[in-house]
T-cell receptor, first 112, second 114 residues
Framework: DVKVTQSSRYLVKRTGEKVFLECVQD?????MFWYRQDPGLGLRLIYF???????EKGDIPEGYSVSREKKERFSLILESASTNQTSMYLC???????????FGPGTRLTVL | DQQVKQNSPSLSVQEGRISILNCDYT??????FLWYKKYPAEGPTFLIS?????DKNEDGRFTVFLNKSAKHLSLHIVPSQPGDSAVYFC?????????????FGTGTRLTIIP
């Protein structure tokens, strides 16, 4: 079974803090994704990575950056957290050449 | 512009009856569609998918129907069970060969009434 883990289930940060969200997958998947889920808006893609050291902007990249130094790990960085970044953050991975993405349990981030 | 739409934010169905969740899309380049199920405080899990070369795909109690001319797909769950209570997202892709991002709908919260 594919396992995608995220470093924290719940996180509370203050406005202006730098925030790191970590995601690790154990199935040697090339592709990894970061989404945020908000009520009434569904899942929106922030950034994705086709392979190590590669990154592509998704639909809502503003205020975020990512890092993919190792194949199994994909980090989402909020450079200066703001209250409108309070959300559920979901990481996913996918085997290259397939469509099914496997999701982690999510991190609920609250920015005060 | 929402390219994948789930117009019903919520749906309540009696246990044992059929649940029908609907999804519409606007981009004619989409050719692969997936349904995900999400419980609170968990990540979405893959449920069932369909390629545009088919109009129906079945897996146990779950069937997905695709109407390409109407740009509409639906997920049928029969019989509905209490454990089916969750949020369901449909998603679309422009290729069934991977390397394409998924576009998700806004979700429908299904509640099964015992």
């Amino acid at each position: 079974d594919v396992k995608v883990t995220q470093s924290s289930r719940y996180l509370v940060k203050r406005t202006g803090e730098k925030v790191f969200l970590e995601c690790v997958q154990d199935m040697d998947h090339e592709n990894m994704f970061w989404y945020r889920q908000d009520p009434g808006l569904g899942l929106r893609l922030i950034y994705f990575s086709y392979d190590v050291k590669m990154k592509e902007k998704g639909d809502i990249p503003e205020g975020y950056s990512v890092s993919r130094e190792k194949k199994e790990r994909f980090s989402l960085i909020l450079e200066s957290a703001s209250t409108n970044q309070t959300s559920m953050y979901l990481c996913a991975s996918r085997l290259q050449g397939t469509d099914t993405q496997y999701f982690g349990p999510g991190t609920r981030l609250t920015v005060l | 512009d929402q390219q994948v739409k789930q117009n019903s934010p919520s749906l309540s169905v009696q246990e044992g009856r059929i649940s029908i969740l609907n999804c519409d899309y606007t981009n004619s380049m989409f050719d692969y569609f997936l349904w995900y199920k999400k419980y609170p405080a968990e990540g979405p899990t893959f449920l069932i998918s369909i390629s545009s070369i088919k109009d129906k795909n079945e897996d146990g109690r779950f069937t997905v129907f695709l109407n390409k001319s109407a740009k509409h797909l639906s997920l049928h769950i029969v019989p509905s069970q209490p454990g089916d209570s969750a949020v369901y997202f449909c998603a679309a892709s422009g290729s069934n060969f991977g390397n394409e991002k998924l576009t998700f709908g806004t979700g429908t919260r299904l509640t099964i009434i015992p």
